[in-house]
């Protein structure tokens, strides 16, 4: 990223001018979910008294999210599992709450994490929404571009960990560019305008492509460890709660037993675990391997297969 465009170097004609361009920075397939979250809903939230957000106002907020940043599938079915009253009188406690500071951003942001699938980064989402003059929404744009983006080694793509304390690192570097550019030009800049000027950066800094399609191209294996924890402890952001482990029935673990390619000795044990499973004779000799490949065969050919079965013989030997 070039100099002028670092966040503590931007000047407000620069910043204008890259403002101009986020209409066509934001791809042609998002322009609904766009009208949405930047014009629709909040029009809707200001009509009403006391403000609020509907069950499907937040449903579409969090679609307009997750093709903005990184798409976690399993919000929207934790979005869904709120009530729409419970939604509304969420949103009503916290859309009463004062803005100004970040102290009080923080309290807003608390009660409304109390809702399923809505983490800290959602929740300034639907803070910016009632107030986006004020409030920055927590995007990964403009999170690097504030804290990151004058790093060597990739600062744009980057992961983040989406908790409260990294957002309120964001907060303060997000309010002085604004005071600082107001000071310079005497207008008025809003927190969307700094996350849209960081997008469009962002944009920029990839080649025009999301982080999706770029990690998609060239995949990197996450540790089963890692994975697992995330899933458990989300680092942080939405709330996803790790799905149960479900066991498979001991039947089932046999009948996959028996069926893989085993070694001589594991022929014998897998022998043994067909044999209890069919109620079939006792037999000190393993199985040949066609028998394993025919677990539906008839009762008396099995049994009479391992009565002739030699004990020294080697299993598929002569086949």
Same mark, same amino acid.
């Given at each position: 990223?070039?100099?002028?465009?670092?966040?503590?170097?931007?000047?407000?004609?620069?910043?204008?001018?890259?403002?101009? !361009?986020?209409? /066509?920075? @934001?791809? =042609?397939?998002? #322009?609904? &979910?766009?009208?949405? $979250?930047? +014009?629709?809903?909040?029009? %809707?939230?200001?009509?009403?008294?006391?403000?609020?957000?509907?069950?499907?106002?937040?449903?579409?907020?969090?679609?307009?999210?997750?093709?903005?940043?990184?798409?976690?599938?399993?919000?929207?079915?934790?979005?869904?599992?709120?009530?729409?009253?419970?939604?509304?009188?969420?949103?009503?406690?916290?859309?009463?709450?004062?803005? !100004?500071?970040? /102290?009080? @951003?923080? =309290?807003?942001? #608390?009660? &409304?994490?109390?809702? $399923?699938? +809505?983490?800290?980064?959602? %929740?300034?989402?639907?803070?910016?929404?009632?107030?986006e003059a004020n409030v920055p929404?927590?995007?990964?744009?403009?999170?690097?571009?504030?804290?990151?983006?004058?790093?060597?080694?990739?600062?744009?793509?980057?992961?983040?960990?989406?908790?409260?304390?990294?957002?309120?690192?964001?907060?303060?570097?997000?309010?002085?560019?604004?005071?600082?550019?107001?000071?310079?030009?005497?207008?008025?800049?809003?927190?969307?305008?700094?996350?849209? +000027?960081?997008?469009?950066?962002?944009?920029?800094?990839?080649?025009?492509?999301?982080?999706?399609?770029?990690?998609?191209?060239?995949?990197?294996?996450?540790?089963?460890?890692?994975?697992?924890?995330?899933?458990?402890?989300?680092?942080?952001?939405e709330k996803i709660e790790a799905?149960?482990?479900?066991?498979?029935?001991?039947?089932?673990?046999?009948?996959?037993?028996a069926l893989w390619p085993l070694?001589?000795?594991?022929?014998?044990?897998?022998?043994?675990?067909?044999?209890?499973?069919?109620?079939?004779?006792?037999?000190?000799?393993?199985?040949?391997?066609?028998?394993?490949?025919?677990?539906?065969?008839?009762?008396?050919?099995?049994?009479?297969?391992?009565?002739?079965?030699?004990?020294?013989?080697?299993?598929?030997?002569?086949?």
């Amino acid at each position: 990223m070039e100099k002028h465009h670092a966040l503590d170097n931007i000047d407000l004609a620069t910043f204008k001018a890259l403002l101009a !361009d986020y209409p /066509a920075a @934001v791809p =042609k397939t998002l #322009a609904g &979910l766009e009208e949405q $979250r930047l +014009v629709t809903i909040p029009a %809707a939230v200001h009509s009403r008294d006391p403000l609020h957000l509907t069950k499907d106002e937040l449903a579409l907020l969090m679609d307009w999210k997750l093709t903005h940043g990184k798409f976690r599938g399993q919000l929207k079915k934790l979005i869904q599992q709120n009530e729409g009253v419970t939604v509304k009188s969420t949103t009503i406690e916290a859309f009463r709450m004062p803005l !100004d500071t970040g /102290a009080d @951003v923080q =309290k807003a942001m #608390a009660t &409304l994490s109390t809702l $399923r699938g +809505v983490g800290p980064a959602t %929740a300034s989402l639907l803070l910016s929404v009632k107030d986006e003059a004020n409030v920055p929404f927590f995007s990964d744009e403009l999170y690097r571009w504030a804290l990151w983006s004058d790093e060597a080694g990739g600062g744009w793509t980057r992961e983040i960990k989406y908790s409260e304390k990294a957002y309120m690192e964001l907060y303060p570097r997000v309010q002085e560019l604004r005071e600082r550019l107001e000071s310079e030009g005497g207008e008025m800049v809003s927190a969307l305008h700094v996350e849209n +000027v960081a997008y469009v950066l962002g944009r920029r800094a990839l080649g025009g492509e999301t982080e999706a399609k770029l990690k998609a191209r060239a995949p990197a294996k996450t540790p089963r460890k890692r994975k697992a924890k995330e899933a458990e402890e989300d680092d942080g952001d939405e709330k996803i709660e790790a799905p149960i482990a479900t066991k498979k029935s001991k039947s089932r673990k046999l009948k996959q037993t028996a069926l893989w390619p085993l070694s001589v000795a594991g022929r014998a044990r897998s022998a043994r675990a067909v044999q209890t499973e069919y109620d079939f004779p006792a037999s000190n000799s393993p199985l040949r391997p066609s028998l394993l490949r025919d677990l539906e065969a008839k009762h008396n050919d099995i049994r009479h297969t391992t009565r002739h079965f030699k004990p020294d013989q080697t299993p598929g030997a002569g086949q």
